[in-house]
């Protein structure tokens, strides 16, 4: 079973959030609703999970293929439903950017396998109705 621990760290909403490796991490809300902008909001934190998640399976699958990566990004964009609550992600789209001596053919399919297969992220995104699009560069 997996535990996580939040404190409160300020008179407002921001909290430090606390796996049990002792990683860290600082989330707050915005200015607009009183917090003071001291940490990422948790629905950002959700695509950043998305990119993790789906990053750390490609490079898993890339190094089983013997691809040389010599840099890896991803970039991610979202769109929340308006005028609801709560405000779901309604589209997200990922880019996975890759320099090195990778083949596209084997980026994509291992893009594929993450996002349509092993991301449970992803998976809770879709569960939720987000419709999650992606594609890849790659520029040796």
Not at 77 to 86: L, M, V, Y
Not at 105 to 120: G, T
Request: aromatic content about 6%; charged content about 25%; proline content about 2%.
């Amino acid at each position: 079973m997996t535990k996580i621990e939040l404190n409160r760290v300020d008179d407002a909403y921001a909290f430090e959030g606390k796996d049990s490796s002792g990683h860290i991490v600082r989330i707050d809300g915005a200015v607009e609703i009183g917090g003071h902008n001291s940490g990422i909001r948790p629905m950002q934190l959700l695509l950043m999970s998305l990119g993790g998640c789906s990053g750390i399976d490609i490079v898993s699958i890339l190094k089983k293929q013997r691809q040389e990566v010599k840099g890896f990004n991803i970039s991610i964009e979202g769109e929340r439903e308006q005028g609801k609550e709560p405000a779901l992600w309604k589209h997200v789209n990922v880019i996975f950017k890759f320099t090195g001596n990778v083949d596209e053919d084997k980026a994509k399919k291992a893009c594929a396998l993450s996002i349509d297969k092993y991301c449970s992220v992803a998976a809770t995104l879709r569960a939720a109705g987000c419709l999650v699009d992606w594609k890849v560069e790659v520029n040796p």
